[in-house]
């Protein structure tokens, strides 16, 4: 299974950034597919999750009614749109796969994540 997030970068507070994350090696018929993030000095953190079965979670409270994931079953990529950033999302964001095809309840839960990619949100 190989994970390839992309689109981080940085990006003033307000703005937004939409990171992809393309797999390989699974589909996501078979596979939620998750999003986590790691700041400087804390632990990683699970963020939002999407199952073609049961659809989209938010494990961060942070992040609902900004952050919007999706996926493209013909792409096998999923998407987390990223909207009104705030300094506190800075970090280090990567994509992970679930051990089936619902998300976990806990994100400590997801089996394997690839490379991340880097958020910075200031001005």
């Known amino acids: 299974v190989q994970l390839q997030a992309s689109g981080g970068g940085l990006v003033q507070p307000g703005g937004s950034l939409r990171l992809s994350c393309s797999v390989s090696?699974?589909?996501?018929?078979?596979?939620?597919i998750g999003w986590l993030r790691q700041a400087p000095g804390k632990e990683r953190e699970g963020v939002s999750c999407?199952?073609?079965?049961?659809?989209?979670?938010y494990y961060a409270d942070s992040v609902k009614g900004r952050f919007a994931i999706s996926g493209d079953r013909a792409e096998n990529t999923v998407y987390l749109q990223m909207n009104g950033l705030k300094p506190e999302d800075t970090a280090v964001y990567y994509c992970a796969h679930g051990l089936g095809r619902l998300c976990p309840k806990n994100p400590s839960d997801f089996a394997s994540w690839g490379q991340g990619t880097q958020v910075t949100v200031s001005s």
């Open positions: 999407f199952s073609t079965s049961g659809g989209r979670h």
């Open positions: 090696g699974v589909t996501l018929d078979y596979y939620a």
